[in-house]
Nanobody
Framework: VQLQASGGGLVQAGGSLRLSCAAS????????IGWFRQAPGKEREGVSC????????YVADSVKGQFTVSRDNAKNTVYLQMNSLKPEDTAVYSCAAGPSMTQLEVGYNYWGQGTLVTVSS
């Protein structure tokens, strides 16, 4: 089982990034995917997730209106589009797979390594 987040980098405030989470080694269509972030010195936070089946999504209040999650089951990939980025969005972003859509870490079985997003002011 492998989940690989990519697409992070350095961006100026107000800019955009699209993160990708590529999955392999399991039946991707059967799993919800969650995005989490951890800023320096802070606890990990669930920012968004998408269901396995009907495309239902959740976006945390802290990023509502900024972040959009989507998935392409044909490519075994989930995307996190991040717009209007702020310095406080700076964090390591990770993706995880689990049997149902939840913003809670305990709901996910498989985790990938993260990708660093740095937003400069």
């Amino acid at each position: 089982v492998q989940l690989q987040a990519s697409g992070g980098g350095l961006v100026q405030a107000g800019g955009s990034l699209r993160l990708s989470c590529a999955a392999s080694g399991f039946t991707f269509d059967d799993y919800a995917i969650g995005w989490f972030r951890q800023a320096p010195g802070k606890e990990r936070e669930g920012v968004s997730c998408i269901s396995s089946s009907d495309g239902s999504t959740y976006v945390a209040d802290s990023v509502k209106g900024q972040f959009t999650v989507s998935r392409d089951n044909a490519k075994n990939t989930v995307y996190l589009q991040m717009n209007s980025l702020k310095p406080e969005d700076t964090a390591v972003y990770s993706c995880a797979a689990g049997p149902s859509m939840t913003q809670l870490e305990v709901g996910y079985n498989y985790w990938g390594q993260g990708t660093l997003v740095t937003v400069s002011s």
